[in-house]
């Protein structure tokens, strides 16, 4: 049975057309529907395979999917200056589906969303951080998301059964999905992937002054430049708005690292070669220590069991804790007791501070359970 009988996409460009190609080769994959105003995108989608149909925005087909009953999931894959608008068009046509959104900035969107929807808490932000400095529907394709972290970032008051199955639709696509308040995925998206963006853009820039009429200093671009630089040939278009929509965090890490470039500048203009070399030891130290793509040993996952009082903003609170030790979540779902209380059933995988989650938990008021997952299935057969 589909997580989700029907999707569908506005905006299939790379991302959302990734979005529903990802969907289509799912074992049991839903009826997957686009939406876009460009007609060679609505055309090529068919054509391609990408959607089982498509439809330019503002088309009665188009309306009748974003209608009450229409769908069962609408993904948001424009930029987050425009999904403001589709939310509008969405409360405005009543849609009682569940909402997520691929934007790269979330305090905005969910923002817009609960502002503009009929049932606010059926949204759930998301972003997939996955991408290509080449743009629209032709750089599309189904495995993205293969290994890639996808940010969900439930509010307070997020339907848990929503969260549940958009948590296990960008499971299902490959991805691993981390929770995060929406806040602090701005300020962490501004440093890891915004600021490294205006800083490759930067290189060019100095790059191409010193160029020549010719180009001939571009013609000695070795691999690290090209390497360091590649994600400046992205969209201007897009970046724009990256840009202004995080503009707080984002020029808060900029702050950051012109201090940063400051204090190597003055190491260098001084020539004091051991903190220069401190200074590139600690960069190479950070840059050894980020993880490559993995895939955990169902051995070394860990079975959460959470006793609640199924409320609004028990998802998010035990997702934030989860986030704030580490952890990732590779499944989650939720087992009804009784019509008010369920236990919320989390997949860890073995990353982060077990331990530290376990205080956190029980400072919160939960009386959580942790188990060896190969241990819990044996019970479960015994």
């Not at 074992?27 to 149909?53: F, K, L």
């Not at 602090?184 to 930067?202: G, I, Y």
């Not at 430049?225 to 995080?246: H, P, Q, V």
């Amino acid at each position: 049975m589909p997580i989700f009988d029907t999707v569908t996409v506005i905006g299939v460009g790379l991302i959302g057309g990734s979005v529903a190609s990802a969907c289509r080769r799912l074992e049991d994959p839903p009826q997957v529907r686009g939406i876009d105003t460009d007609p060679y995108t609505v055309e090529s989608a068919v054509d391609r395979g990408i959607v089982d149909a498509a439809a330019m925005a503002g088309t009665s087909e188009a309306a009748a999917w974003l209608a009450p009953g229409g769908s069962e999931l609408v993904v948001i894959a424009t930029p987050a200056r425009h999904a403001t608008e589709w939310l509008q068009l969405l409360g405005e046509s009543g849609f009682d589906g569940v909402v997520t959104d691929v934007a790269s900035t979330k305090t905005g969107v969910v923002a817009a969303a609960r502002k503009n929807l009929r049932n606010a808490a059926r949204f759930v932000g998301g972003h997939p951080m996955a991408g290509s400095e080449r743009s629209g529907i032709e750089a599309s394709r189904p495995d993205l998301f293969d290994g890639a972290y996808w940010l969900l970032t439930p509010a307070p008051d997020t339907d848990p059964d929503a969260y549940r199955r958009v948590h296990a639709l960008v499971s299902a696509l490959g991805a691993r999905v981390v929770s995060v308040d929406a806040k602090r995925h701005d300020e962490a998206v501004a440093v890891v992937s915004h600021v490294p963006h205006v800083a490759a853009a930067a290189l060019c820039d100095v790059a191409g002054a010193h160029a020549g009429q010719g180009g001939e200093i571009l013609r000695l671009a070795a691999g690290g430049f090209k390497d360091t630089t590649r994600i400046a040939a992205g969209s201007a278009d897009l970046w724009t708005g990256i840009c202004l929509d995080n503009a707080e965090a984002l020029a808060a890490g900029l702050r950051e690292l012109r201090m940063s470039l400051g204090e190597f500048e003055a190491m260098v203009r001084g020539g004091d070669a051991e903190a220069i070399r401190r200074w590139l030891a600690r960069a190479a130290e950070v840059r050894r220590s980020l993880p490559a793509q993995w895939v955990p040993a169902t051995t070394r996952l860990t079975e959460l069991v959470v006793p609640m009082v199924d409320r609004p903003g028990v998802v998010a609170e035990v997702t934030g804790a989860v986030s704030r030790a580490g952890c990732n979540i590779e499944a989650i779902d939720i087992d009804h007791e009784t019509e008010d209380r369920a236990l919320l059933v989390m997949v860890l995988t073995d990353e982060g501070d077990l331990s530290g989650l376990a205080d956190s938990l029980a400072s919160l008021g939960y009386e959580a359970r942790f188990t060896p997952l190969d241990e819990a299935e044996a019970g479960e057969h015994e």
